[in-house]
């Protein structure tokens, strides 16, 4: 909020390193990584104001503009937006080992979009384009921001759980201002903060707490080190080991090159299941469900496609990416819940995929194994497809021929509640904060 905003000019100056103090700062940090046996990566929103992202407390930030008197800045949508070189280092770094966890404060989705595995990140100020189930704790990632259905501290969308036996209520998965953090992510914060020999804090001012808090860790004790990337200073800056006055995408180019690993090209990742079920009818039909699924978490619904339908072309492509298929006769799928779409199916048919766009990428279309559509009907059959979307060239590559199992889809039965005691930590959270700020 504005009253967060830097009071001072001092507070508010931008400070630059001469590019020989940057390079020696640059070489310690390498070192400090290479002797590290368990380093964590902090991150504010300064890591995503080169994607077109406006960061809060900044000279021209969101709380500062506020605080000011002036409109919030323009800039790019977050579901719009790519992630940036410090995003993808921190990608390469976490695959390297290097990494062991990550904590960040922003809630604009890039680090779940530049593929960093979920397990592996606490989100303490959530996600903006998350739902969570305030009953059971499933989470619904969207490809556009979740808003809630009105104004005021609920935060309910007016969707629902789909999942069997469940149907509550799903709650935009983000924090306000006076409402505890979530309470599973930040436990995980605090236990790998308390383990880390090295935290590197990227692109944050270091004073809203309790998230602050993970950086101080290292900050006050012994045998660790606290390295902050901030072109301001921050309340640590003096008890960190070192400040590196620089972008971060900057130090985290010089970083990698330094470290001898290569910041990895991001792609727009989809994995499109298929699941399909006997309709009992004798041609042959099967009844089928197309969704999107997270990579790394199969449970977790990705609602990224606008639209499904089938057609049978009459030549044999494993997929026709980008193409044209109006030639074709076409068969809309229908949308159950949203992303979620069923259609019936049979042998040498492919299905149409219509995505939202925020990339520009275009529909495409993959074929059905032979096996999905023609296996024994008493058995539900499952396919995932591996889809990337090369930004610069504007297509899709199939990444693997889809492998075909024996199952309803990756989506797991509900267990007791009594049997997953935090499942819902967040749901019953969000009703303490809501019930305390009803007027009575």
Not at 345 to 368: K, N, Q, W
């Amino acid at each position: 909020m504005a009253y967060t905003a830097h009071t001072t000019e001092e507070a508010m100056r931008e400070h630059f390193d001469p590019p020989d103090v940057l390079g020696e700062k640059i070489a310690q940090l390498a070192e400090l990584v290479r002797q590290s046996k368990h380093m964590i990566a902090f991150t504010g929103a300064g890591i995503s104001t080169s994607a077109g992202i406006s960061d809060f407390r900044g000279p021209n930030g969101v709380w500062t503009r506020k605080a000011q008197g002036r409109p919030s800045p323009a800039g790019v949508m977050p579901v719009k937006a790519f992630p940036t070189p410090t995003h993808m280092a921190l990608v390469e770094l976490q695959q390297q080992g290097a990494l062991k966890y990550l904590v960040s404060q922003n809630c604009d989705g890039l680090h779940r979009r530049s593929g960093f595995p979920p397990h592996a990140i606490s989100e303490l100020h959530g996600n903006s384009n998350i739902e969570e189930c305030e009953d059971c704790g499933q989470q619904y990632f969207r490809d556009f921001a979740c808003h809630r259905a009105n104004r005021g501290r609920d935060h309910a969308t007016g969707r629902s759980c789909t999942r069997p036996a469940c149907g509550g209520r799903l709650l935009e998965y983000t924090i306000d201002f006076g409402q505890h953090l979530p309470e599973v992510p930040l436990e995980k914060a605090f236990d790998y903060g308390g383990k880390a020999d090295l935290c590197i804090a990227l692109g944050s001012s270091l004073t809203v707490s309790p998230a602050a808090d993970v950086p101080q860790m290292a900050a006050v004790a012994r045998n660790r080190d606290l390295v902050i990337v901030n072109l301001q200073n921050t309340p640590l800056t003096s008890a960190a080991t070192m400040q590196i006055y620089a972008r971060t995408d900057d130090v985290m180019t010089m970083l990698m090159t330094e470290l001898g690993y290569s910041i990895p090209k991001w792609v727009l990742c989809r994995e499109i299941e298929v699941c399909c079920e006997p309709t009992g009818h004798e041609d042959r039909l099967r009844h089928s469900r197309v969704r999107a699924i997270d990579r790394d978490d199969p449970s977790l619904p990705v609602a990224v496609l606008r639209g499904v339908s089938v057609f049978r072309p009459d030549h044999d492509e494993i997929a026709v990416h980008g193409q044209t298929v109006e030639d074709y006769k076409m068969t809309s799928a229908h949308e159950t819940d949203l992303g979620e779409f069923e259609v019936d199916v049979s042998p040498g048919d492919m299905l149409h995929l219509t995505f939202f766009g925020h990339y520009c990428e275009p529909d495409t279309a993959i074929r059905l194994p032979v096996q999905l559509t023609t296996a024994p009907r008493d058995l539900p059959l499952r396919a995932t497809f591996d889809l990337e979307y090369d930004v610069t060239t504007g297509n899709w590559t199939l990444v693997r021929l889809p492998s075909v199992g024996v199952g309803e889809g990756a989506e797991p039965p509900i267990a007791p509640k009594d049997e997953r005691p935090n499942a819902n930590a967040y749901g019953r959270s969000h009703a303490k904060y809501v019930a305390a700020h009803t007027k009575s």
